[in-house]
Nanobody
Framework: QVQVVESGGGLVQPGGSLRLSCAAS????????MNWYRQVPGNQRELVAG???????NYGDSVKGRFTISRDNTKNTVYLQMNSLKSEDTAVYYC????????WGQGIQVTVSS
């Protein structure tokens, strides 16, 4: 069975940092493009960052220069390092794996607030 599990969310102050992790099992992890999405109630789910099998990355405009996506294929894990966090970054963050099929994590809350 496939499992995609996020961790590392929580409450952080504006300007602070947080590191999300997503561990995947039951898939050939190195063959999957891995992505982070986020969603706020009332908004569409948006792409935050993606990393392909060759290590190439892409970011949503609102997070460029602040967030960094990386992957460790030996650990079947993708990370999202979030720096200089703003209140607008508050959302549920979802891990996504795409190749022959698409898999989603359950989502994890990130709240940026004083």
């Amino acid at each position: 069975q496939v499992q995609v599990v996020e961790s590392g969310g929580g409450l952080v102050q504006p300007g602070g940092s947080l590191r999300l992790s997503c561990a995947a099992s039951g898939i050939l992890f190195s063959m999957y493009t891995m992505n982070w999405y986020r969603q706020v109630p009332g908004n569409q789910r948006e792409l935050v960052a993606g990393i392909n099998t060759g290590g190439g990355t892409n970011y949503g405009d609102s997070v460029k220069g602040r967030f960094t996506i990386s992957r460790d294929n030996t650990k079947n894990t993708v990370y999202l390092q979030m720096n200089s966090l703003k209140s607008e970054d508050t959302a549920v963050y979802y891990c996504n794996a795409r190749w022959k099929a698409t898999y989603w994590g359950q989502g994890i809350q990130v709240t940026v607030s004083s």
